[in-house]
């Protein structure tokens, strides 16, 4: 066997077993994963990989599962500091009466900036690489996540009243853009328009939002039909659905997450479908707040992009994506009295490439291919919690949690080794939540 020209790589992981998520329902046992420059530049058998190629690091895990870095496709990372802080409400009187005000009273550019930062710190630690997020002063979140060197995509948002972030809804749409101008050329970032929610965003806010988004080729990323409360709403102020609504503005298409996607007639499933949308699922947040189960099966059997999302630390109260994926399968097992529904293999597609695909990442994140980013989670499943082990994919979705995470990478980059957060300083976040859990705490009271 002949070594390659230039047999130097920057890492070799070597695992027990890599499921790479391409193609699908692969796993290869005693494979190694070559990093160079940042990118997967080989899979391969163990012996042939330190055959062909030296490295100044490598990393032996005998009893791990490589997996592509898991997608929260749906959060508000800088809610991490409104944990618990209004439980067991209703949506609307829980953001009417307790988040809203909060914000009102609280939100800044510091605000954002260290929430998102200690939302990065759980989610590395959970085997996040990359998360889809929606919240003000998207700029802080910018900086948080350069400074955690994770990977996300920030939400321009928008809404028809004024916060302490904007005035009006032209004020939040310059405020995003410019925070996309200031960040344009950033290899860990993306961009997407982020309107809220068909309840607090206007035709007219939707038109202009339609027009960026054709003429920047954004993603755009929605709440839509999550409580029967707001389809109601909907037809009584605009005699139409918000799924039908939204397509008769033109805003269906390819470049539309549809957050939560729980109450969906079978004509509006088979419109997405039909528009190429994809969805994002928060189980857990639809479950706490009694917003209901979306028709997942249904939605994949029309063939309907999905992906898996946290939602936000308020509503949730957790950003674990192990948490959401077996939670996703076994909802979907349940409500349809099959349990093949969902199987694990694609229940972690589903938090992983399908969420790349509905970000227009898929050509560099959301499986372990050759040529694509090497954003990675290394799975401990040596415990015994987690054997004997016969299916690997399986355990991911059923047996393993997110406190077996041992090492992750981003860009090729170690953010997390032996669950030892490396880019952020956990005592100076520490000593930053104190400070506005005792801040907030005092207003509540």
């Not at 699908?24 to 190629?53: D, M, S």
Request: hydrophobic residues 45%; aromatic residues 6%.
């Amino acid at each position: 066997m002949q070594a390659h020209d230039d047999s130097t790589a920057d890492t070799l992981i070597d695992a027990r077993w890599v499921i790479p998520m391409e193609p699908a329902r692969r796993i290869l046992p005693q494979h190694t994963v070559v990093i160079k420059e940042g990118r997967i530049e080989a899979i391969l058998p163990t012996g042939e990989a330190h055959f062909r190629y030296s490295a100044k690091r490598v990393y032996r895990l005998k009893d791990h599962v490589l997996i592509p870095g898991l997608i929260n496709l749906h959060t508000h990372a800088a809610m991490a500091l409104l944990r618990g802080l209004a439980d067991d409400l209703p949506l609307m009187e829980w953001l009417k009466g307790h988040i809203w005000p909060a914000e009102s009273r609280h939100m800044s550019a510091d605000f954002v900036r260290d929430g998102t930062l200690l939302a990065c710190a759980e989610m590395l630690r959970g085997g996040i690489t990359c998360f889809n997020d929606m919240y003000f002063f998207p700029e802080a979140a910018a900086e948080a996540v350069l400074a955690a060197r994770m990977r996300a995509a920030i939400g321009m948002i928008a809404i028809d009243f004024p916060t302490p972030f904007a005035s009006d809804a032209d004020d939040y749409l310059a405020k995003g853009l410019a925070a996309r101008d200031r960040f344009r050329g950033e290899a860990l970032l993306n961009f997407c328009m982020a309107p809220h929610a068909p309840y607090t965003v206007g035709d007219r806010t939707f038109g202009k939002i339609l027009t960026y988004a054709e003429q920047l080729d954004l993603t755009v990323h929605v709440h839509l039909h999550e409580t029967e409360d707001e389809v109601r709403q909907s037809l009584s102020q605009h005699g139409l659905r918000p799924l039908q609504r939204l397509h008769d503005i033109g805003l269906l298409g390819p470049n539309l997450i549809a957050v939560h996607a729980i109450h969906l007639l079978p004509e509006e499933i088979a419109l997405l479908a039909k528009q190429g949308c994809h969805v994002a699922h928060c189980p857990t947040s639809n479950l706490k707040l009694a917003s209901g189960i979306a028709p997942v099966a249904e939605m994949l059997r029309q063939g309907v992009n999905i992906g898996i999302g946290s939602d936000g630390a308020a509503s949730n109260n957790r950003l674990d994506m192990f948490g959401e994926l077996r939670l996703a399968a076994l909802l979907a097992k349940g409500a349809n009295h099959a349990a093949d529904a969902l199987p694990a293999h694609q229940a972690l597609q589903m938090a992983t490439l399908n969420a790349a695909r509905a970000l227009g990442i898929d050509g560099h994140t959301g499986s372990l291919v050759p040529g694509k980013a090497a954003d990675i989670t290394a799975v401990d499943l040596s415990g015994m919690e987690t054997s004997p082990c016969y299916d690997a994919e399986s355990h991911l979705a059923y047996a393993a949690g997110r406190e077996h995470v041992s090492h992750v990478w981003v860009n090729g980059e170690l953010l997390l080794d032996e669950r030892e957060l490396v880019t952020l300083d956990t005592q100076e976040l520490k000593a930053k939540v104190a400070y506005w859990q005792e801040r907030i705490a005092r207003h509540e009271a």
